[in-house]
């Protein structure tokens, strides 16, 4: 069993920056493909972005490339995001997922869950 734990939201004027962290514990959490999903007030879950186990491999919806940067420290256990440029329509909760196969987790499923992490970008 993996648990992952977020941190690192908050309230940020919209231009600024973000970095939000995914702790993991429990299992080595190495061999996992790891990701970032949000849900916005009124809206779906989406996916945001995913990185694979050896970090070589990242993805991202086309609503935050080239702002938004994936990464992991494997001796760590952790997963980053950092979000530049942000803009009012990236308030969400932000989620840590965990998946064998990157593939699945770009899909949006995921094994593993963490409990989320509150943006909200001001205008």
């Known amino acids: 069993q993996v648990q992952l734990v977020e941190s690192g939201g908050g309230l940020v004027q919209a231009g600024g920056s973000l970095r939000l962290s995914c702790a993991a514990s429990g299992r080595s959490d190495s061999s996992l493909a790891k990701g970032w999903f949000r849900q916005g007030p009124g809206k779906e879950r989406e996916f945001v972005a995913a990185?694979?186990?050896?970090?070589?491999?990242?993805y991202y919806a086309d609503s935050v490339k080239g702002r938004f940067t994936i990464s992991r420290d494997n001796a760590k256990n952790t997963v980053y995001l950092q979000m530049n440029s942000l803009k009012p329509e990236d308030t969400a909760v932000y989620y840590c997922?965990?998946?064998?196969?990157?593939?699945?987790?770009?899909?949006?499923?995921?094994?593993?869950w963490g409990q989320g992490t509150q943006v909200t970008v001001s205008s």
């Open positions: 997922a965990a998946h064998v196969q990157t593939r699945t987790l770009v899909s949006g499923t995921g094994d593993y």
């Open positions: 990185i694979n186990w050896s970090g070589t491999s990242t």
